[in-house]
């Protein structure tokens, strides 16, 4: 038995995805950026996938810069538009719960003479557009808000945040990694300046994404190097990581309503069947949230444990966020979001996926179920919260 419920930290690679790639590692490998018609021919190939790109955007080709993924599309965001805007103001401002990728930027940022205020969340895990209204000031040059919520699934107000950042004439950028695969983007209805996004979180492969910049942007460059995406990023073209994204974004399209109703039937069963069966769980997240997320905290538990035995039963979860794996500091969304630390630490992410079926919510839930009594029975808190209830 093997059940993957991991799916905002990755997806697997689609066929379809994989047999548009591959003409163009070994038959059509030419430099896309050299001068005879092997070259042109990849140059045509990268061509087409951005047009396809950025109609699925509602964008125009040359507003979209192809990048490494995410993690370099945020930090481009950042570090280009303060660089570039430092003689307007230095002050940037972030919400509580984006990506280690923005948190961490923010963090270079401010350790080089900017800026740096975060954005609150309430209890349910949303920012405040009025509270973002109140932290604009004359000094501000960018706000960025991500859309979707890694670890909890939550859904930003952008539209309205992009609205009184313009207001103000100050930019808007949005991490919209976790949003392609289950809300439409038309980055211009949206009002955004600037896009995040990362194939691999569709479907597509590894190690590439895109950075939308509006036309009219003035951007500093990240990665200095030759004169590939119109002189923006150095490197040479990775033309079949590019093919696999747009036709990655092309199977999102087609298939997005599909998708959502599956994820969240399924999101939706598997939370009343743990409602049923286990007691002290924290539903973190509240609505709007994308359906395919479901963030519980399991009060007198570690969810290291939890992690550790799911996986001997054959079930990929992860805790808070898969940055924060690894570590045991608890998840900085769910702090910021007031769950209090202890119960903070006995949380795990559920992230359902089109492959995932009825039989495997079934089965986790089951699973979990007689995990969660065991590391209980082993926890000194839980035991001494069993016996008051006993004595009443
Ligand atoms: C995964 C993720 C990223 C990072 O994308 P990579 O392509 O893995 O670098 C950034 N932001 C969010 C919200 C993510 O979920």
Known sequence: MKIYLDHASTTPLKKEVLDAMTPYFCQYFENANSLYSGGRQTANAVALARQSVAKNFGCMPNEIYFTSGGSEADTWALKGIALAHKSKGNKIIISQIEHHAILN??????????????????????????KLEELIDDNTILVSVMYVNNEVGTIQPVKELAKICHDHKVLFHSDCVQAVPYLPLNFKELGFDLASISAHKFNGPKGVGALYVRNGVKIDKLILGGAQERSHRGGTTDTPAIVGLAKALELVQDSRDNHNSHV?????????????????????????????????????????????????????????????????????????????????????????????????????????????????????????????????
């Open 105 to 130: 930027t923010a963090k270079w940022l401010k350790n080089n003479g900017f800026e740096v205020v975060e954005l609150p969340v309430d209890n349910n895990g949303f920012v405040s557009p009025q």
């Open 264 to 392: 969240e039937s399924l999101r939706n069963y598997f939370e009343q069947l743990v409602k049923e069966a286990i007691p002290f769980v924290h539903f973190n997240g509240g609505s709007p949230r994308v359906g395919s997320v479901s963030n519980l905290a399991f009060e007198f538990v570690e969810s290291e444990g939890i992690l550790m035995l799911l996986d001997m039963d054959g079930i990929a979860v992860s805790s808070g966020s898969a940055c924060a794996s690894g570590s045991l500091d608890p998840s900085h969304v769910l702090l910021s979001m007031g769950v209090p630390i202890e119960v903070a630490h006995g949380s795990v992410r559920f992230t359902f996926g089109e492959e995932n079926t009825k039989e495997e919510v079934e089965y986790t839930v089951k699973s979990l179920t007689k995990i969660v009594e065991r590391l209980r029975q082993m926890s000194p808190l839980f035991n001494l919260k069993q016996g008051e209830t006993h004595n009443v």
